[in-house]
């Protein structure tokens, strides 16, 4: 005979819950997670939320996992609603609730709901900087309490960092230029928190951030000042020639003309006997020229403040900005065309604005 898993009675056969039982567990759970928001809502204190608790555990036949459980959904919800600023009573409304009623941390973060939590406050506390101007020494205090109640891992931290970085970048170049002071903010910003603008993580090439450092590098040749990359690389550069930005993994293209023979016959034939043909007169064969693009490999593309430089272990191509006629954009390159050398070039792979914007720079 089966044993009701809820009441602990006798079941049938073959079964292990009785249907009423089932139905009462699922209406304690609807009411336990009403009950638990409630105290989101300012609805319940601590106290008249444990109190609660117990007067519905036994005959809905609630346990300590199904308490832990709707827990987890009502801080997910909690999140999803919460709203900057976030001051200390936050943490504090959320350590409450989790010392208030017992709950194991661990348990509530086996889904990583705590973490989302956190990592939810700590990108608040970082967009006040852009926002408001909170001095990041404020937003350091404030993440040091946030790791007494919430866990945040260090690569959480680092990705809200880069994260709240980025979207920053995307607001300041919404009009298409960025101002002295937001370039400031930005550069405050990346010292302030030992982040990288210019040799970014893998996942933020091409981002916005990376838009606003070219942005700060055209404004800076502007007005005379060349950047500071401390790049090591593996061209030797010219007198007085500084190194803008290098984009990895591009493909080089190089025109390449074929020929292709195609016979072209005189004269005519006749039929000498079955299955057998003459032909009189001559034939010859004709050159035919095209063109082709041809995949040279990828390297590193290295723009300059003189040249355009690509470089590989097979292969390197210099091209000085005096030497280009002619550049044709494309969503994911550009194509050259270099006085005194008909063969076309392509360099695929990167997004072409910066480049096109230093070209237009030095040619005014």
Not at 9 to 15: M, T
Not at 210 to 239: D, M, T, W
Request: hydrophobic share 35%; aromatic share 10%.
């Amino acid at each position: 005979m089966g044993t009701c898993k809820y009441c602990g009675q006798s079941a049938g056969l073959f079964s292990h819950a009785h249907k009423e039982c089932e139905e009462k567990h699922e209406q304690g759970i609807e009411q336990l997670e009403t009950i638990l928001y409630q105290y989101f809502l300012g609805l319940q204190t601590v106290s008249s939320l444990r109190q609660a608790i117990v007067n519905i555990r036994k005959p809905l036949f609630l346990k300590k996992d199904d308490v832990e459980q709707c827990a987890i959904k009502v801080l997910d919800k909690y999140g999803e609603l919460l709203r900057p600023p976030y001051n200390q009573q936050v943490l504090d409304k959320i350590n409450d609730f989790i010392q208030g009623l017992s709950l194991d941390r661990q348990n509530l973060n086996a889904s990583g709901c705590l973490n989302r939590l956190g990592e939810k406050i700590l990108r608040g506390y970082l967009a006040s900087f852009f926002v408001n101007g909170t001095p990041i020494a404020t937003i350091k205090g404030q993440e040091q309490q946030l790791d007494r109640v919430l866990p945040v891992t260090h690569e959480q931290k680092l990705e809200s960092y880069m994260h709240v970085l980025n979207r920053a970048a995307h607001n300041f170049l919404s009009n298409g230029l960025i101002s002295d002071s937001e370039q400031r903010q930005i550069e405050q910003y990346a010292q302030s928190l030992s982040l990288p603008l210019y040799d970014l993580p893998a996942q933020y090439k091409g981002t916005d951030i990376e838009k606003v450092n070219q942005a700060i590098i055209i404004k800076n040749l502007q007005r005379g000042i060349l950047p500071q990359s401390g790049v090591s690389l593996p061209v030797l550069l010219g007198k007085s020639e500084a190194v803008l930005w290098v984009y990895e993994g591009v493909t080089y293209y190089q025109e390449k003309i074929e020929k292709e023979y195609r016979h072209n016959s005189g004269g005519f034939s006749f039929r000498i006997a079955k299955g057998v043909y003459y032909r009189t007169g001559s034939g010859r064969s004709k050159p035919i020229e095209h063109s082709v693009m041809n995949n040279e490999g990828k390297g590193s593309l290295i723009i300059t403040n003189k040249n355009i430089i690509f470089y590989s272990q097979i292969k390197s191509v210099k091209i000085p900005f005096k030497k280009i006629v002619g550049v044709t954009p494309y969503s994911d390159g550009i194509e050259v065309h270099k006085d005194g050398n008909s063969k076309r070039m392509a360099f695929q792979g990167f997004d072409c604005w910066f480049v096109m914007n230093i070209l237009s720079f030095v040619n005014d």
